[in-house]
């Protein structure tokens, strides 16, 4: 499968990134009309584009001069720019930025991710995330770091925190988007896509179920389309429910990123109501050099960030 995926991601860099360079990010304010020719407006490296047609004037340029588009195409094999409109800009590289995290993993990663390190003696064990965003993560049948850990019931198990050198969220993001699966925050242990489910159809249920204590309000008004809802407040996982017809909802959760102890604690938390296991919060930032349990396939988890589009696994 590796291979697989290494030869599909081959012909994709070889044909998209090493011969041209595409980054589109397009909020466009009113319909475009057909164009005919392209029309540069940079001249790099004395290659300059011309139109087919000079007499035309519905250049590319013309046709799109209310939207947020930039585009910019590189022949490598003969150093020379194709075409090329707005390239000046900065844009936000959205999913195209995939492409050059799928290539990296596949040149610095193992084979598998590593899921979790632990030291363990006879009566405990200290663990302490890696960062890897596959653990009960649905997406994902094989959970060998869950299955590991439910061995480890006749012992105190200790949470460490990481040294989680980056920020919760990757720049560029929307800050509004926060309650979005697709914008989860970034932490050194995540769990369930650090997103949570509501179902109110068969009593009020969350998935997971630590959070079913955390509804702060019901509202019993209804939103415009009449939709169930559920939202929060930023940084805070106090939720509050919309009524409506639609009785499914996932949302982000907090991680308490502004406070390490606390967020720890959450976690530790999270994991002991998920595991039936007690686990014991230690917010020191020790590193744990010891052992290690693998989680998953690195093609595997590759294919899946980039069959699906996954924001969660690439950042």
């Not at 925050?185 to 896509?193: G, K, L, Q």
Request: glycine share 2%; charged share 20%.
């Amino acid at each position: 499968m590796l291979r697989n995926l290494i030869n599909k991601s081959s012909f994709f860099i070889t044909k998209w990134v090493l011969i041209s360079i595409i980054f589109i990010s397009c909020k466009t304010t009113k319909n475009s009309q057909q164009f005919t020719s392209h029309q540069p407006q940079n001249n790099q490296q004395n290659n300059e584009v011309k139109p087919n047609d000079k007499s035309d004037t519905n250049t590319l340029a013309d046709t799109l001069q209310n939207a947020h588009v930039s585009i910019c195409v590189f022949d490598s094999s003969k150093n020379t720019f194709l075409t090329s409109n707005q390239s000046e800009k900065l844009f936000i590289p959205a999913s195209n930025l995939k492409i050059a995290t799928c290539y990296v993993a596949l040149k610095y990663l193992s084979d598998s991710l590593v899921g979790l390190n632990y030291i363990e003696d006879d009566t405990s064990i200290q663990i302490q995330g890696t960062a890897d965003p596959t653990f009960l993560n649905d997406n994902f049948k094989n959970q060998s770091v869950f299955n590991w850990l439910k061995t480890k019931s006749n012992k105190k198990i200790y949470l460490l925190n990481s040294k989680f050198s980056t920020t919760t969220y990757a720049q560029g993001w929307s800050w509004d988007d926060y309650l979005e699966p697709f914008m989860a925050e970034r932490t050194s242990f995540p769990i369930y896509e650090n997103a949570v489910t509501f179902n109110f159809s068969n009593g009020f249920k969350a998935s997971p179920k630590y959070f079913e204590n955390k509804i702060a309000a019901t509202f019993e008004a209804s939103n415009n389309n009449n939709k169930f809802n559920v939202t929060r407040s930023f940084g805070s996982n106090n939720f509050a429910i919309i009524p409506g017809n639609n009785l499914t909802k996932t949302i982000t959760f907090s991680s308490e990123a502004d406070n390490p102890v606390l967020q720890n604690r959450q976690l530790a938390q999270l994991l002991s109501d998920t595991l039936k296991l007690n686990i014991v919060s230690k917010p020191v930032y020790n590193y744990v050099l010891g052992k290690k349990v693998y989680s998953q396939l690195k093609d595997e988890v590759l294919q899946s960030m980039m069959f699906r589009s996954d924001n969660f696994i690439a950042e």
